[in-house]
């Protein structure tokens, strides 16, 4: 692999998204080391891609080990999730259009970045209900599979991302 090319010029060289491939490193540094979800699982996917968004749009990683500053800043950033989507797109509005629209030589970063946002966004997992969680009214019997399945929601990755990052900061 090159390394990204900074000289601005359009020759035609590789350009490598450092910056988000170093965010995703740390975000799934974080991730494996709370041992919390299985690598493969979307669920995964969605926590690593939320990290590594808020570490991306907070000003990219520190080289070496993350300061305690820096780990208090980014658990501030994911503890509501209302509001880091918010401002996640703010940020992502600040870097400029959509570089899918076609815009020639865009920064390999910020296509990553709004394509991992796009995915949490768009994509939706089964997760359980938790609104519908409580103690279950004496007179109601196990229905099987089928109430299993009824306190079950299709939620957007990032609901299921984000406190999933913010508890791999929390375990770092």
Known sequence: MRPERQDGT????????????????????MLRTGDLMEPSTLEYRAGRDALALTVFLSGGAVPDALPAARLDELRLLTAYGAQW?????????????????GTAGADPDLVLARAAWRWLVETELLAADLDAIGAPP????????????????????????????HLAIHLH
């Open 10 to 29: 359009g020759g035609g060289g590789l350009l490598v998204p450092m910056a988000w491939m170093y965010a995703e490193y740390i975000a799934d540094g």
């Open 85 to 101: 989507c918010g401002w996640v797109g703010a940020r992502l509005d600040a870097l400029g259009p959509d570089p899918a629209s």
């Open 138 to 165: 004496r007179e109601a019997e196990d229905d099987g599979p089928e109430a299993e399945e009824a306190a079950r929601v299709w939620t957007p990755a990032w609901q299921l991302g984000l406190p999933l990052g």
